[in-house]
C-alpha cells in the first residue's frame, strides 16, 4: 500500500468521522469531491469544520468553494484541515497553525498487549507508571460516555467547551454511529483517560487521544491507545493526526508517517 494510498483513507476516515458527528448533533453537512464540510450549530459563531481529502490541481477553486460555503453558513470561526498543504486562507483571517503529521498503522499484532483479547476480554489491565493499577474499558452507556466527554475536554482541552457540560461536544448519539468506539482508563479507579476510535469499514481512525492533567506521565495515553488498537478490527490499518506531544507514543505503537497536513483556524472574524 502506498503513501498517498493510506493517507487519502485517512482523510476519508475523519471526513466520515466527522459526518458521524453531525448526524449525532444534527448539525448540517456538506460533501463536494475532495472536500466535506461541517456546520456545527451549537452557537451561531460556532466552529465549522472543512475537511480536503483529495489532492487539487487549482488551489484557487477550492478557495473559492469554501468562500461560498462560508457566505452560506454564515461562518465565523472555522478550522479547515489541508494535507496537501496548497492553500491559504490568510485573506479569510484564518492564521496556519503548526504542521501536524498524518500517521498509519498496518494491520498486525500490537506490541505490547498483555493477553489476546479474545483470551481475556475486558478490562484491560497493566501497572501504572509511578504506581498504581491502570484499567481500560470499553464504553458501552451513556453515563460513561459522558466520562469519557468530559476527559476529552478537560484533559485535550477544549477550551471552546469549557466548563464541560454533558452532551456539548460529544452527545451520546455519537457512540451509536456504526463503527464508533470509545475507550476510558482509570488508575485504582480514578477516571485518567480515554479516545474514541472509528472504523469506516476501510481503516481504523483514532481520535481525541486524551489524557487529564494530573495523570500525565503515567502511561495512560499509551494503554489506552494500544488497548483499542488491539479490539479493532485485525485486518484493518489504524490512522490518525499526531500531535507534537503524541507522536513519540504512536511510533512506539507502529505508526508511521504518511505525510504532513496543515490546520487554519479563524477564530473570529477578525481572524
Known sequence: MNTNSRLEQANDN???FWLAQARAHGWQSHVRPGLTAVRCARTPDDSQRFLVTRPYAEPAEVEEQLADLMAAWETVRFTLEDPYQGLDLSRFGAVRMPIMPVMAREPGPVEGTLAEPAATGLPAVSPAYGGGILTVDEVLDGDTFALVERIIVDGFPLPARQPWTRGDALPEDVLRQPGCRAWTARVDGVPAGACLTY???VVTGVYWVATLP???????????????LAHADPDRPA????????EPVYRKLGFTGQGPTCWWSRTSLGG
Open 239 to 246: 490512522t490518525l493526526v499526531a500531535t507534537s506531544a503524541g
Open 14 to 16: 475523519a471526513a466520515a
Open 214 to 228: 494530573d495523570q500525565r506521565g503515567r502511561g495512560v495515553a499509551r494503554t489506552v491507545l494500544r488497548t483499542a
Open 199 to 201: 472504523d469506516d469499514g
